[in-house]
């Protein structure tokens, strides 16, 4: 019976076992071919291809496996894909990368630590019980601890590394601890569990409220927002470039996947039937959207308000993800299906446009050698198409039309105003305008200010621009033409055991 | 007589050892030693809350939370070994090349 039940889930869990296999096969190849740094390269992309092909034969499944630790449904699959296509890239990126080729003396190990970071996200996309929460977590934890600290030679980088195990080991203590009181209150660890427990019998209200911070605490560090954000400019700054661009597009994805998932199956009332279409009622007045609100607000101003005195551009957008954050924290405050449509959207747009930025850096920085601010003075004339990408991945970012950007936010406000959020919609356009500014700082270093001595024209491959082109041309594109993408979005809200 | 409530005064306190230790402690090496601290105030809980409800469910999450718990130490020793062999130093207040 037990056996049976396990065999039938094993069939529904192809895209995590081939990432297993990826992994294996990435690491031994590494022995070896000792001499061919090529090989785990192209087994680990292969690879992925296959998982990404077997998330997509996922496509409309809906069912939880394994007795109910995971949920394979429209939700998860849309994150297994945004995590899938964002590993493809990030390989591709390091195959480029002169930082990445030249001070990794083990590519074998680095290439399966991605693979084995994709496996932790896809099981955080799919968590439907707060033990695999926990393990999906920390398995996508551990790998990024050891990859943002691959770079041995360079100091800053174990620094970073150091810092991001010590937040992330306080962080995941103070999450299991609040995960054992709910436990303690509710007898479960099943999501649906536990919203029948909780909906039942009231627990002690204080308790609940302090588990409930506690294992906010855990969710704010995977999706760095203020104040469990600490780790992150560092980190962003210290680790490799390719690694910052997966934690700040994969690792927050994932994170989110878990906290929407977390809080919509668990804390909505299902017996209330008096509300508008696509509302939902939190349970009994436990209003942890509010909760979620305070966090919002704080994560986008600090975000944006301590990018304004950075100087390096990869610190400069790791700040800019955390307040990016914040705005994808107002789509869950609302408790509204438009809400949660607008953040998955704003994701697909996120993963493409912040790639974008974080590649041209890797490019520049490979060529400069710099990722200041300051070197990036006359890159629009020295070389005009990186120039032109990075500033409409900024423009992007920031959210103006005609970009991808512009459509994300856009969704975001409308579905805050449908909700009579009227000053977190307010809170949110100030913080755009703040973001302008710094942003600006980077177009005006590119166009307006002459290189300082020698200005060297800074050229890129051909395989380099095609890469560039396939991020670029998203960006531009979802800006026009983005009715496929919303209706993505909408049909990717199912979860599983949630009406 | 113990309690359930003496369980979880225990690791309550255990808890807060821990974190104070986490965020005081400057020694890399200590900081570890309260993060264990932590997470094993929550093995308590758990196996607390396990006996008294009478569900062994509490009971399997604790195990998982020692196989984490070993790895993050193994992980985390070999980091500070890493940056050891750079700065000779554990210290926390001296390992700040990067800051705001």
């Known amino acids: 019976m037990m056996l049976t039940s396990i065999l039938e889930s094993i069939a529904t869990f192809v895209p995590e076992t081939v990432l297993v296999a990826t992994f294996c096969v990435t690491l031994v190849s590494g022995l070896i071919a000792r001499r061919k740094p090529a090989v785990p390269a192209a087994l680990a992309f292969v690879g992925m291809l296959v998982t990404l092909w077997a998330v997509l034969q996922q496509a409309g499944t809906d069912r939880t496996i394994f007795s109910g630790l995971l949920a394979v449904d429209p939700f998860a699959v849309f994150f297994k894909g945004i995590v899938t296509v964002t590993t493809l890239f990030i390989l591709l990126f390091s195959y480029f990368s002169t930082e990445v080729q030249t001070s990794v003396r083990r590519l074998a190990e680095y290439y399966a630590l991605i693979t084995a970071m994709a496996l932790g996200m896809f099981l955080m996309a799919g968590a439907n019980n707060m033990l695999m929460m926990v393990l999906g977590m920390e398995l996508t934890s551990l790998s990024s601890y050891i990859l943002a600290g691959f770079t041995k030679e360079a100091s800053d980088s174990s620094e970073a590394s150091l810092k991001y195990i010590i937040y992330g080991a306080l962080s995941s203590g103070l999450m299991l601890y609040g995960i054992s009181i709910l436990f303690g209150l509710t007898g479960t660890l099943g999501f649906a569990d536990l919203n029948h427990a909780i909906a039942n019998a009231v627990p002690n209200y204080f308790a609940l409220l302090v588990a409930t911070i506690l294992i906010i605490a855990g969710f704010g560090y995977k999706i760095s927002a203020v104040p469990f954000h600490f780790w992150t400019p560092d980190v962003y700054e210290g680790a490799p470039v390719t690694i910052t661009a997966f934690l700040s597009v994969a690792s927050k994805a994932a994170g989110f996947a878990m906290l929407m998932r977390f809080f919509k199956v668990v804390f909505i009332d299902t017996s209330v039937l008096a509300l508008p279409a696509g509302m939902w009622a939190s349970l009994y007045g436990f209003e942890w959207n509010k909760l979620l609100a305070v966090l919002s607000v704080l994560t986008m101003t600090l975000g944006n308000l301590v990018a304004v005195w950075q100087n390096n551009l990869k610190r400069l957008l790791a700040y800019s993800s955390i307040a990016h954050a914040g705005y994808m924290l107002m789509g869950i405050v609302v408790l509204s299906d438009k809400g949660l449509a607008a953040v998955l959207l704003y994701f697909i747009v996120y993963l493409f446009m912040n790639l974008g930025a974080f590649y041209v850096v890797m490019l520049v920085a490979d060529r400069t050698g710099s990722e200041d601010i300051d070197s990036y003075k006359g890159l629009g004339y020295r070389a005009p198409l990186l120039g032109v990408a990075m500033a409409i991945f900024l423009v992007s970012l920031t959210g103006l039309p005609p970009t991808a950007g512009f459509i994300g936010k856009l969704y975001l406000f409308a579905a805050l105003l449908d909700a009579r959020w009227i000053w977190l919609a307010i809170v949110g356009a100030i913080n755009s305008v703040i973001s302008l500014y710094y942003y600006a700082r980077v177009f005006r270093n590119m166009f307006l200010r002459d290189p300082e001595g020698q200005a060297t024209p800074v050229s890129i491959g051909r395989a380099q621009t095609v890469l560039l082109l396939v991020l670029l041309v998203p960006t531009l594109l979802f800006g026009l033409y983005f009715s496929p993408l919303v209706d993505l979005a909408n049909a990717s809200l199912v979860m599983v055991g949630v009406r | ?100």
């Open chain 2, 1 to 100: 007589m113990v309690t359930l409530t003496s369980y979880l005064i225990l690791s309550a306190a255990m808890f807060i050892i821990g974190a104070t230790g986490v965020l005081v402690r400057r020694n890399a090496i200590i900081v570890f030693m309260s993060i264990e601290l932590m997470l094993n105030s929550v093995n308590l809980t758990l196996v607390a809350f396990s006996a008294f409800l009478g569900d062994s469910t509490g009971q399997a999450l604790v195990f998982f939370v020692m196989t984490v718990a070993a790895a993050e130490a193994a992980v985390g020793l070999a980091i500070v070994i890493a940056l050891f062999r750079r700065k000779q130093t554990v210290n926390l207040d001296e390992i700040n090349i990067l800051k705001w």
